[in-house]
Each structure stands twice: as structure tokens, then as C-alpha cells.
């Protein structure tokens, strides 16, 4: 086939290259550039899609489930029950003890729910003065709600319903979706109604967020309760359910909880991408169009290239046969035709010959140079040390002072000591007293990181000062308890070291007030420490801890203890113990 090929000219040659390199090819790949990017755009816009209906189902189900754990909380509250069923002989009485039960937070406990608007009880306790969260149980029965609760077999109802009554002070949504539940924990006969309503102002505009490229309805089967084209409806009546419009493409999701079903639609027209090809099909075609013209004006741009010095070099090639070695002088151009003109120019004047030499040994000279530089650089670099960065901190430090920031020139200079002794490591195992001077730079430098939020004292008896310990083994627990208790408490902490002799023992215990270890997380802590050798350090969690706990254990052996106490949200307390007369100072 190749050899065939050599018989044409390289004008033929041209035009096969543009009928099955350019024509064929830019109709196929246009083609399927647009079904693939069709068909790609589709099927992302669906994910995003069942994404959002995810989302919207997951918020509108967490809000319905936060308001009636507000409920469950109100419906088993005895001091909210005898409150409600107390006879009250006077107004004073009657708000002597309302004040006692919002100073006690039942009532207050729902703002804790973001979704839940207001908290209404309804009860025929008529010694009750009616307003706050107290009405009558006669308002209620002149509302529809109530009657559809009455008519619900369910004790605890979601129920969905327009107030007109709000379309004229707007203090609250005319639209309404409550939680209605009997207060009959106590008393099975005489009960009172809790409405809890949710807010729907912020549903509503979560559906809003939501609905960018996509219209979003959330219906109870008789009427739309939300939709993504509505704004400013929370004083409108409900529009039924039959006006949705539908578009090409939905997605539905049914929504089941307490004893009430909800719709969750999604519906939605083709990718916009695709929209936007199918309107300019016109410039698509023009594209096509295009990208076929100019390669074909290319070519034959490229044929005239090809012919006028093929023919050129042809008239100086035939002149060799007359043995007349003449110079091409034309444009020679850099492709393989303006190669073979230059070779031939060498091959009569050698001259491009020698320039190569040259050139060759002056880039390899070159060569040797920077590669002889990398290496002086290389062993410069080798030879830095710590010591630099310990002198580059006390310039740090000494320019501080010199400018009068002697809080940072103070932070420096801790920093530093401790950074030297980690490098120049020393003994492994050093007297407690000098274990807590370091403790004491380190809690200065996170100090200086808390502020006032961060507290420290150490205690240690005189007799405890010579008892030897693995050398940054307190400092590990104290940095623990910065991390881990400090850095995630809102309150201010407290971080305090005890050591002291008892009973031929010694008692070493870091304590802190701060957020604390969750029971389960305790519990795996203690189980990881009771199971740790020093081979099963690496990956695990809590390196800082069990690399301390190990050293401790290796140092005093099986007389040691070691104690983790700790409680959300109150603090750890960590102890250690072991005989007084194995390690002390000499």
C-alpha cells in the first residue's frame, strides 16, 4: 500500500489526507460530540436532581422530627402537667407560678428547635389567665385545625391549614403547618392540646435556595404546601395540588412520618447546555462548515509550500550532473524540505559541519559546569544544621526586644529552650522538677495563644522534686489536654499539676475543666492503652499518649498505674502512680 502510494503526486497525496483526516473525521466527532455531551449533560443534571430531593426530603423530615421531640419533651413534663391542672386562687398565684416554670425553662426548651415557630397549650384549667404560650381550649375549637386533630384517630397529628385572621397585623404566617398532640401522659380524661407551629418562613426559603434550575413543590395530595415559584406567599391562601406544572423531566419522592404523607417533587427541563445547542443550531453548522473550509485552504497552502521549493531544489540537483555546485538562496524554511536544502548547501560549502562540532562541545562543556555547580550547592546545603535555627530565633528575639515587644521576645525565648532541648535530647529520663520547668515554657507559649481563656498552676512537694520521669512525658499530657480540651471549650480552662507523696507513693495528676472525653471514646482509649506494646504505635490514634504511657511503663514497670478519668463537658483528670523509692534523683 505504501509503495503504491509513491506513485502519486503529492497534490493527490494532499487531498486523501483531507478526505479522511479532516472531512470524516469532523463530521464524526461532531456528531458525537453533541449526543455525548447531550447525554453526558442529562445524565449529570439527574444527579443533581435526586441530590437535591435528597436534601430537601432530609431538612423538611429533620424539621418535622425536631418539633416533635419538642413535643415528647413537653408531653412528659410533670412540672408542665401540674402546672396546667393547678387551680389557681388568684392572678398572683397563677403568675407566681408561671414565672417559677419559665425561670425552669419548659417552655423555652423549643427555641433549642430552630424549626419550631411558636408553642401554643390550649386547656379548660378557667383559673388560668390566658396569653404567652395559655389559651383557652375554646379559641381552639373555632379553628378548622382543631377539628380535623378531633376528627384524627392519632393523638399526635401534622396538620397543614390557611388563618386568615394573620393576613391583617402579618405578626405570623397566615400558612400553617402544626404539630398536634394531646397532653394525656398523666391523665388519660382531662387533657389539654399542644400546637406546636413550624417555621415556615424558614422552610419556604430553603425551598427557594433550592430551586435555582428547578421547580420544587412539597404537597400533602389536596394542596401544594411549598413551591420554588412562589415568593412573598406566607399571608396566600394553598394552591390545590392539580395546578403543578409539570415540565419534561421529574423526580417524586414520597414522605411518610406520623401517621402523614408528603410529596417531594422535582421537575425540570433538559440540560441547559443542551438548550443552548439546540438554539443555535445554525452557528453549529456554520462551525462545521468552517472547520471544513479551512483545513482545505490550509492544504492547499501547504501544497504550494511543497511544490514551489521541491521544484527549486530539483533545478539545483540537475546541476550537479554539470558539476556546477551552486548555493540554493531562497527561503529554506525549517521542515523536511528546508532540511534537505540546507543539507545540500552543506554538502557544497561544509560549513554547517564545523558549526555542529562547535556547537556540540560548547553545550556539553556547558554541561559539565552546571552539573559541577548542583554539586557544590548540594554540599552547602548538607552542611546546615539545628544551631541555625536556634540562632535565627535568638535574632528574632533580640530584635523584639530591641523594638520593645518583650511579650513576643518572651514567647521566642521559650519557644527556643524548648526547641533545643528537643534537639539535643540528652537524658531520656530527668527530675521532675526540671520536667515541669519545660512544662512551664510550654504552657506560657500556649498562653500566650489562649489568652485569658487558658489558666495553669503546678504543685509539687519538695519531696517529690529528685523523682525521675521520662523526659517530656508531662508536657505530652498537658499538650493533650491544650488540644483536646482547651481548643474545643467555649469557657475558660483551667490546667493544673499535682505531685505528691502518699503513703510510701508517688502521685502525679494533670487535670483540666474542658470539653472532655465522650464515654465511648474513653472507653477505646483505656482498652488501646491496657493492649499497647511499643511495636504498635505506628498508625495508631493517640500516638501522643500511648508513646507517653509506654515510656512511663518501661521506666517503673508493673508498679505503675496509670488512670484516665473524664466526662463531656467536665474535664480529664489524668493519674499516675508508683513507689516513691525506685526512681529518685541520686
Given at each position: 500500500?505504501?509503495?503504491?502510494?509513491?506513485?502519486?503526486?503529492?497534490?493527490?497525496?494532499?487531498?486523501?489526507?483531507?478526505?479522511?483526516?479532516?472531512?470524516?473525521?469532523?463530521?464524526?466527532?461532531?456528531?458525537?460530540?453533541?449526543?455525548?455531551?447531550?447525554?453526558?449533560?442529562?445524565?449529570?443534571?439527574?444527579?443533581?436532581?435526586?441530590?437535591?430531593?435528597?436534601?430537601?426530603?432530609?431538612?423538611?423530615?429533620?424539621?418535622?422530627?425536631?418539633?416533635?421531640?419538642?413535643?415528647?419533651?413537653?408531653?412528659?413534663?410533670?412540672?408542665?402537667?401540674?402546672?396546667?391542672?393547678?387551680?389557681?386562687?388568684?392572678?398572683?398565684?397563677?403568675?407566681?407560678?408561671?414565672?417559677?416554670?419559665?425561670?425552669?425553662?419548659?417552655?423555652?426548651?423549643?427555641?433549642?428547635?430552630?424549626?419550631v415557630f411558636s408553642v401554643r397549650i390550649y386547656t379548660n384549667n378557667e383559673s388560668m389567665i390566658k396569653g404567652g404560650n395559655f389559651f383557652s381550649i375554646d379559641y381552639a375549637k373555632a379553628?378548622?385545625?382543631?377539628?380535623?386533630?378531633?376528627?384524627?384517630?392519632?393523638?399526635?397529628?401534622?396538620?397543614?391549614?390557611?388563618?386568615?385572621?394573620?393576613?391583617?397585623?402579618?405578626?405570623?404566617?397566615?400558612?400553617?403547618?402544626?404539630?398536634?398532640?394531646?397532653?394525656?401522659?398523666?391523665?388519660?380524661?382531662?387533657?389539654?392540646?399542644?400546637?406546636?407551629?413550624?417555621?415556615?418562613?424558614?422552610?419556604?426559603?430553603?425551598?427557594?435556595?433550592?430551586?435555582?434550575?428547578?421547580?420544587?413543590?412539597?404537597?400533602?395530595?389536596?394542596?401544594?404546601?411549598?413551591?420554588?415559584?412562589?415568593?412573598?406567599?406566607?399571608?396566600?391562601?394553598?394552591?390545590?395540588?392539580?395546578?403543578?406544572?409539570?415540565?419534561?423531566?421529574?423526580?417524586?419522592?414520597?414522605?411518610?412520618?406520623?401517621?402523614?404523607?408528603?410529596?417531594?417533587?422535582?421537575?425540570?427541563d433538559g440540560p441547559e447546555i443542551v438548550l443552548e445547542l439546540k438554539n443555535h443550531r445554525l452557528i453549529w453548522m456554520l462551525l462545521t462548515v468552517f472547520n471544513l473550509i479551512f483545513p482545505?485552504?490550509?492544504?492547499?497552502?501547504?501544497?504550494?509550500?511543497?511544490?514551489?521549493?521541491?521544484?527549486?531544489?530539483?533545478?539545483?540537483?540537475?546541476?550537479?550532473?554539470?558539476?556546477?555546485?551552486?548555493?540554493?538562496?531562497?527561503?529554506?524554511?525549517?521542515?523536511?524540505?528546508?532540511?534537505?536544502?540546507?543539507?545540500?548547501?552543506?554538502?557544497?560549502?561544509?560549513?554547517?559541519?564545523?558549526?555542529?562540532?562547535?556547537?556540540?562541545?560548547?553545550?556539553?562543556?556547558?554541561?559539565?559546569?552546571?552539573?559541577?555547580?548542583?554539586?557544590?550547592?548540594?554540599?552547602?546545603?548538607?552542611?546546615?544544621?539545628?544551631?541555625?535555627?536556634?540562632?535565627?530565633?535568638?535574632?528574632?528575639?533580640?530584635?523584639?526586644?530591641?523594638?520593645?515587644?518583650?511579650?513576643?521576645?518572651?514567647?521566642?525565648?521559650?519557644?527556643?529552650?524548648?526547641?533545643?532541648?528537643?534537639?539535643?535530647?540528652?537524658?531520656?529520663?530527668?527530675?521532675?522538677?526540671?520536667?515541669?520547668?519545660?512544662?512551664?515554657?510550654?504552657?506560657?507559649?500556649?498562653?500566650?495563644?489562649?489568652?485569658?481563656?487558658?489558666?495553669?498552676?503546678?504543685?509539687?512537694?519538695?519531696?517529690?522534686?529528685?523523682?525521675?520521669?521520662?523526659?517530656?512525658?508531662?508536657?505530652?499530657?498537658?499538650?493533650?489536654?491544650?488540644?483536646?480540651?482547651?481548643?474545643?471549650?467555649?469557657?475558660?480552662?483551667?490546667?493544673?499539676?499535682?505531685?505528691?507523696k502518699n503513703n510510701g507513693n508517688v502521685s502525679i495528676e494533670i487535670i483540666d475543666n474542658g470539653s472532655g472525653i465522650e464515654e465511648e471514646k474513653l472507653a477505646q482509649i483505656n482498652k488501646?492503652?491496657?493492649?499497647?506494646?511499643?511495636?504498635?504505635?505506628?498508625?495508631?490514634?493517640?500516638?501522643?499518649?500511648?508513646?507517653?504511657?509506654?515510656?512511663?511503663?518501661?521506666?517503673?514497670?508493673?508498679?505503675?498505674?496509670?488512670?484516665?478519668?473524664?466526662?463531656?463537658?467536665?474535664?480529664?483528670?489524668?493519674?499516675?502512680?508508683?513507689?516513691?523509692?525506685?526512681?529518685?534523683?541520686?
Amino acid at each position: 500500500m505504501i509503495n503504491f502510494l509513491d506513485n502519486f503526486k503529492i497534490r493527490t497525496k494532499l487531498f486523501i489526507i483531507f478526505v479522511f483526516c479532516v472531512f470524516v473525521p469532523v463530521l464524526l466527532t461532531n456528531a458525537g460530540m453533541y449526543f455525548f455531551i447531550k447525554q453526558s449533560a442529562e445524565e449529570q443534571q439527574k444527579i443533581q436532581m435526586e441530590n437535591m430531593i435528597e436534601r430537601i426530603v432530609y431538612d423538611f423530615d429533620k424539621k418535622i422530627n425536631d418539633a416533635v421531640a419538642v413535643s415528647n419533651y413537653l408531653y412528659t413534663d410533670s412540672v408542665l402537667d401540674n402546672f396546667l391542672r393547678c387551680e389557681y386562687e388568684s392572678p398572683y398565684d397563677y403568675y407566681r407560678q408561671y414565672v417559677s416554670l419559665m425561670r425552669d425553662n419548659v417552655i423555652k426548651f423549643y427555641y433549642t428547635a430552630q424549626s419550631v415557630f411558636s408553642v401554643r397549650i390550649y386547656t379548660n384549667n378557667e383559673s388560668m389567665i390566658k396569653g404567652g404560650n395559655f389559651f383557652s381550649i375554646d379559641y381552639a375549637k373555632a379553628e378548622g385545625w382543631y377539628n380535623d386533630f378531633c376528627n384524627s384517630p392519632n393523638s399526635l397529628s401534622v396538620i397543614s391549614y390557611f388563618n386568615p385572621k394573620n393576613r391583617l397585623l402579618k405578626l405570623e404566617p397566615s400558612r400553617k403547618i402544626s404539630i398536634v398532640r394531646r397532653l394525656d401522659y398523666f391523665n388519660k380524661k382531662n387533657w389539654s392540646v399542644l400546637k406546636l407551629d413550624l417555621d415556615y418562613a424558614q422552610i419556604q426559603t430553603r425551598i427557594l435556595q433550592e430551586g435555582n434550575f428547578a421547580d420544587i413543590y412539597i404537597t400533602d395530595g389536596e394542596k401544594i404546601l411549598f413551591a420554588s415559584s412562589e415568593k412573598n406567599t406566607l399571608y396566600d391562601e394553598f394552591r390545590p395540588a392539580s395546578e403543578i406544572k409539570l415540565k419534561s423531566n421529574v423526580i417524586s419522592h414520597q414522605l411518610t412520618s406520623i401517621g402523614s404523607g408528603w410529596q417531594v417533587i422535582v421537575t425540570y427541563d433538559g440540560p441547559e447546555i443542551v438548550l443552548e445547542l439546540k438554539n443555535h443550531r445554525l452557528i453549529w453548522m456554520l462551525l462545521t462548515v468552517f472547520n471544513l473550509i479551512f483545513p482545505t485552504v490550509v492544504i492547499i497552502i501547504v501544497n504550494r509550500s511543497f511544490s514551489r521549493r521541491l521544484l527549486l531544489t530539483e533545478k539545483y540537483i540537475l546541476k550537479v550532473r554539470k558539476q556546477q555546485f551552486e548555493v540554493i538562496d531562497c527561503r529554506e524554511g525549517r521542515d523536511e524540505i528546508g532540511n534537505l536544502i540546507r543539507s545540500y548547501n552543506l554538502m557544497v560549502t561544509k560549513i554547517r559541519e564545523l558549526i555542529e562540532v562547535v556547537f556540540k562541545e560548547h553545550s556539553e562543556k556547558q554541561a559539565l559546569e552546571i552539573l559541577k555547580k548542583q554539586a557544590e550547592l548540594n554540599a552547602l546545603h548538607s552542611q546546615i544544621n539545628p544551631h541555625f535555627l536556634f540562632n535565627t530565633l535568638e535574632s528574632i528575639r533580640m530584635r523584639s526586644v530591641i523594638k520593645d515587644e518583650d511579650e513576643t521576645a518572651e514567647i521566642i525565648e521559650e519557644l527556643a529552650l524548648l526547641m533545643r532541648e528537643n534537639a539535643h535530647w540528652g537524658e531520656d529520663f530527668i527530675p521532675l522538677e526540671k520536667e515541669l520547668d519545660y512544662a512551664k515554657h510550654y504552657m506560657n507559649i500556649q498562653k500566650y495563644r489562649f489568652g485569658d481563656k487558658l489558666d495553669f498552676s503546678f504543685y509539687i512537694q519538695d519531696e517529690c522534686k529528685g523523682i525521675r520521669v521520662p523526659k517530656f512525658g508531662i508536657v505530652t499530657f498537658i499538650e493533650n489536654a491544650c488540644i483536646h480540651g482547651v481548643e474545643k471549650s467555649k469557657e475558660n480552662c483551667m490546667i493544673s499539676v499535682i505531685a505528691a507523696k502518699n503513703n510510701g507513693n508517688v502521685s502525679i495528676e494533670i487535670i483540666d475543666n474542658g470539653s472532655g472525653i465522650e464515654e465511648e471514646k474513653l472507653a477505646q482509649i483505656n482498652k488501646t492503652l491496657s493492649k499497647t506494646e511499643t511495636t504498635g504505635l505506628s498508625g495508631s490514634e493517640n500516638i501522643g499518649i500511648l508513646n507517653a504511657y509506654l515510656r512511663f511503663k518501661l521506666y517503673y514497670g508493673d508498679d505503675m498505674e496509670f488512670y484516665i478519668d473524664s466526662a463531656p463537658e467536665e474535664g480529664t483528670e489524668i493519674c499516675i502512680i508508683f513507689p516513691e523509692d525506685m526512681k529518685k534523683e541520686d
